[in-house]
């Protein structure tokens, strides 16, 4: 059986999030793994997978906060928001000068309404939406709360009359960045899509922890995968004989917590209820 742990990797471009996962299968010569979010076969970065056991404790993660780069090109729309679409129309914005285009980034920061891209994965339905959209429909999503905690863009260069630059954006989950360059390019008047995007870090998880090498993978073991991503509290014997069984703890906690045997085994996810800790997830028998 491959070992139950969390593997990052830095996905390159051309796979989907569903192509990483077959080959991280094939690489640990198991099916139970999974993905926390997707990127899109364009983009490059942080993706964090789940192994065996590990594959439950991708929903309990924070992996809220993100933080990405990616090149913007103003001047054109396209049907997909991104490059991989059709160019559906054009307005020159060689006359836009730096100082207005990170005035009107500005407007970004801050928790903001945003309408997602026509091909996300968001369920219209039913039916994924870029699903719907490739098939031809008219799609209309609506807007959603996101945090964009900061926005910054330089390295601006003028392409005859499209203008390229790179911004920087650290937000929170569900923001959808080729809806910023479809937007940014709108307020404008220019239109605007993405050319290219890497994703830096996910909750606590950065390209410096990442694999590049889908062949050879270097997994973190589900202890020590839990013991870094949650608070821990380390039990002894009897305490963690309940935890096997599924019972509370009489323990009060602050907020989900990793709780560990004497020999350092993770056992289990529990969650505050008053004065007990309850589980949320065990995962021994």
Do not use: W
Request: proline share 4%.
């Amino acid at each position: 059986m491959a070992e139950s742990g969390l593997v990052v990797v830095d996905k390159p471009a051309g796979m989907t999030s569903h192509d990483v996962v077959a080959r991280v299968r094939r690489t640990m010569g198991t099916r139970k793994v999974g993905h926390a979010g997707t990127l899109d076969p364009m983009a490059t970065g942080v993706l964090v997978l789940g192994v065996e056991r590990a594959t439950r404790l991708l929903g309990h993660l924070m992996l809220t906060e993100k933080t990405y780069s990616a090149t913007v090109r103003l001047g054109a729309s396209t049907t997909t928001d991104d490059a991989e679409g059709e160019v559906v129309a054009t307005t020159s914005a060689a006359h836009l000068t730096e100082e207005t285009v990170r005035n009107a980034l500005r407007a970004f920061e801050g928790d903001i309404l945003q309408v997602p891209s026509t091909v996300s994965a968001i369920k219209v339905d039913g039916q994924r939406a870029y699903a719907r959209a490739r098939a031809g429909e008219e799609v209309e999503l609506k807007p959603r709360p996101v945090t964009i905690r900061e926005i910054a863009a330089d390295n601006f260069r003028l392409d005859g009359e499209m203008l390229d630059l790179e911004i920087r954006v650290a937000c929170s989950s569900g923001t959808y960045i080729r809806a910023i360059a479809r937007d940014l390019g709108d307020a404008l008047g220019v239109g605007g899509h993405l050319t290219a995007l890497r994703r830096h870090s996910v909750g606590s998880f950065t390209l410096a922890d990442a694999n590049t090498d889908l062949d050879h993978l270097l997994v973190t073991p589900l202890a020590v995968a839990a013991r870094a991503s949650f608070p821990a509290l380390d039990l002894d014997e009897d305490q963690a004989q309940g935890v096997r069984y599924g019972r509370p703890l009489p323990v009060a906690i602050d907020e989900l917590t990793a709780v560990f045997a004497p020999d350092g085994e993770f056992l289990a996810l529990y969650r505050p209820e008053g004065d007990l800790a309850r589980p949320a997830a065990v995962f021994v028998g």
